[in-house]
């Protein structure tokens, strides 16, 4: 590929992809194109072969046929996709299939992209970069949310974890090591025997192997179908903590609350607090969205039972 001499290119020095292709050769030239850019370019000729590299080297992206022999691309990407270090990769599907039941099959599978083949290597390139440049930003957000020692996780309307903190993965693996339907399915059972229609404040408990009880609470919706829950380990009869404790309210959205409980309008708590009802307004849609709650009165009524 011809690139203008003048264009800027991002600095790919580090980034790795994994090539899987039952007959790489005829990937050469793609490889060429992606080693041109500045990635380090590994290839596989079949799952089996892929997982092993898995093994030696954690790749930023790959590009996966969708038809192999032995493991197809599909299994190939759910197999990638069951273990917690590499659930994070980005995988993009290659292949001649365009049917919408094969490209639904590898968005089910896990896969964030489908490029058909024959490829174009200039369209490979930016459905990479973007896909790269995203699971980074990702992935930074996870290391930010471990450091601060939470366990966080993202159930989507499947009732499937769809993404989960570093420290969530731990507490997860220690908590369901011996469940026969594996980790994620039996995480995701639990909370889904909680999550049930009003239950609002839905909390759940389970014992911990080290003598402590591994509680979630349910933060909320944070995308369609998708609900977001916190998780903590804690001494056995330890209260677990509040709503408006695990919502991280601003002061002002505290104040604003503390009003409304107390029955005001958005006028009078305007007045009180000196600002406009627009902002209270504005203020509210906030506190909702924390409290995982939809109206104001459910707003109130939560903050009454835990302000007092």
């Known amino acids: 590929m011809t690139m ?8 790919r020095t580090g980034d790795i992809v ?55 691309g599909f299994e190939t990407c759910r197999r990638i996709k069951a273990e917690p270090a590499w659930s994070h990769i980005p995988v993009i599907f290659m292949t ?18 489908y490029v058909v083949k024959p490829l174009r290597a200039q369209e490979v390139q930016a459905r990479l970069a973007t896909h790269v440049r995203n699971a980074r930003a990702v992935r930074l957000a996870r290391d930010a949310v471990d450091v601060g020692g939470h366990g966080v996780l993202v159930v989507d309307g499947r009732g499937r974890i769809a993404w989960q903190s ?16 594996g980790v994620p399915s039996a995480a995701a059972a639990w909370l889904a025997a909680t999550d049930q229609p009003g239950t609002a404040d839905a909390l759940a408990r389970r014992a911990h192997p080290d003598g402590r009880q591994l509680v979630a609470r349910r933060l909320g919706a944070v995308g369609l ?17 509040s709503r408006l404790a695990t919502a991280a309210l601003t002061p002002r959205e505290t104040e604003v609350l503390s009003w409304v409980a107390k029955g005001k309008t958005n006028r009078d708590v305007a007045e009180i607090l000196g600002m406009s009802p627009r902002t209270v307004n504005k203020h509210l849609e906030h ?22």
Do not use: C
């Open 4 to 11: 203008l001499p003048d264009m800027p290119t991002p600095d």
């Open 18 to 72: 994994l090539l899987v292709d039952d007959m790489p050769q005829s990937l050469g030239a793609l490889a060429q194109v992606l080693e041109a850019d500045g990635y380090t370019v590994l290839v596989a000729h079949s799952g089996e072969a892929a997982l092993a590299r898995l093994d030696l080297v954690t790749p930023d992206a790959i590009l996966l046929d969708a038809l192999m022999p032995g493991w197809s």
């Open 96 to 113: 001649g299939l365009s049917e919408t039941a094969h490209v639904v099959e590898g968005f089910d599978a896990g896969g964030v992209d």
């Open 166 to 181: 570093p420290q969530a993965q731990r507490w997860l693996a220690e908590g369901f090591a011996d469940a026969p339907a």
């Open 225 to 241: 179908g998708e609900v977001m829950w916190l998780l903590s380990l804690q001494a056995a009869g330890e209260a677990a903590p």
């Open 287 to 308: 506190v909702f969205e924390k409290l995982g709650v939809e109206t104001r009165a459910a707003a109130a009524a939560l903050a009454s039972r835990e302000l007092g």
